[in-house]
């Protein structure tokens, strides 16, 4: 990446470290103001490792895109404790004998959270109830009730054994819970449960293969973000894309807006974007010039040459 303004970083988060720490991590690596916009796409709690998109300027207007992706996560579930946060950290509310159970059982019963099931997002989350996030209140001790929601579970594959412990690879949806299947599967199983690790290993097309360690980012040093950034252009492979010449580029940066007519070939494929509803059949394309993202562009439900294209993101 040329410059440190617009992309995106993956970064391998260490236990311990919240989200926004590493955001705050990666500002100071770089030496940018508080006005220099990073952020992330998809928060992991600090008891857990692994991938964690961070955005680079305009980078934070791709946050939608990324955050819909597939994620996949590597858990550990351990029977016969339950707390109130659902995972290591917190106040233990739940003792429970742990049955016997055999490796096909626990198959079994955790196929049956695969594909589009309902599930309540725990007190400790970012989830907003009454305009202030559900862990803000939970900490003050205040009760928390949020509603049940649909999320997609791809798959759910038991690892390994060791009872109390049970180490699974969960592929979801945006807004799923692992902390939350986690107890509900223990609960199934019998029991009550926390998860004692948890690691996401990929996010959309993006994996903790690629990303630097969190450990590696100091105030100051910008060249470890530098070398390991990705720049606009290459951040949506997914997408289709229309590329067009610098003249009319130049345009569409002052704030023209073409019809479908000047941009379109018959040879283009429009992908639909990856959202979370069985009715989300919103379709993008990337519009870009040379190396240069310049849009995000929706496409025109009226089918018409004429039809002006809606932007969906725009890039300076």
Not at 12 to 17: L, S
Not at 57 to 67: A, C, E, H, N, V
Request: hydrophobic share 35%; with cysteine; glycine share 10%.
């Amino acid at each position: 990446m040329k410059r440190p303004d617009d992309g995106i970083l993956l970064v391998d988060k260490e236990e311990g470290e919240t989200s926004h720490g590493v955001v705050k991590k990666v500002r100071s690596a770089l030496g940018q103001g508080k006005r220099y916009k990073v952020g992330h796409a998809g928060t992991l709690d600090p008891f857990a490792t692994g991938l964690l998109v961070i955005l680079l300027g305009q980078g934070t207007k791709l946050s939608r895109f990324i955050m819909a992706g597939e994620k996949e996560y590597l858990a550990t579930l351990e029977l016969g404790v339950e707390t109130d946060t659902l995972d290591p950290t917190g106040r233990v509310t739940a003792v429970r004998q742990v049955p016997r159970l055999t490796l096909n059982h626990i198959r079994k019963t955790a196929k049956r959270y695969e594909g589009r099931i309902r599930q309540t997002p725990p007190a400790y989350s970012a989830v907003k109830q009454g305009g202030l996030r559900a862990y803000t209140l939970a900490r003050k001790g205040i009760s928390v009730k949020l509603k049940e929601r649909t999320v997609t579970v791809h798959s759910v594959s038991i690892v390994s054994v060791d009872l109390p412990r049970i180490a699974m690879r969960v592929r979801c949806g945006s807004g799923t819970y692992i902390r939350t299947l986690a107890a509900d599967l223990a609960r199934d199983l019998g029991s009550v449960g926390r998860l004692k690790t948890l690691r996401r290993v990929k996010s959309g097309t993006f994996d903790v293969a690629d990303a630097i360690s969190s450990v590696d980012i100091v105030p100051g040093s910008p060249v470890s973000v530098l070398e390991n950034g990705m720049p606009l252009r290459d951040v949506l492979p997914g997408l289709g894309e229309i590329d067009v010449d610098s003249r009319l580029a130049e345009k569409v940066r002052q704030g023209y807006q073409p019809c479908w007519k000047e941009l379109t070939r018959p040879e283009e494929p429009i992908r639909p974007f990856p959202g979370n509803t069985e009715n989300d059949q919103e379709s993008f394309m990337k519009l870009v010039s040379g190396d240069r993202l310049l849009a995000i562009l929706k496409k025109s439900d009226g089918g018409g040459g004429h039809d002006k294209v809606k932007f969906e993101r725009v890039f300076s």
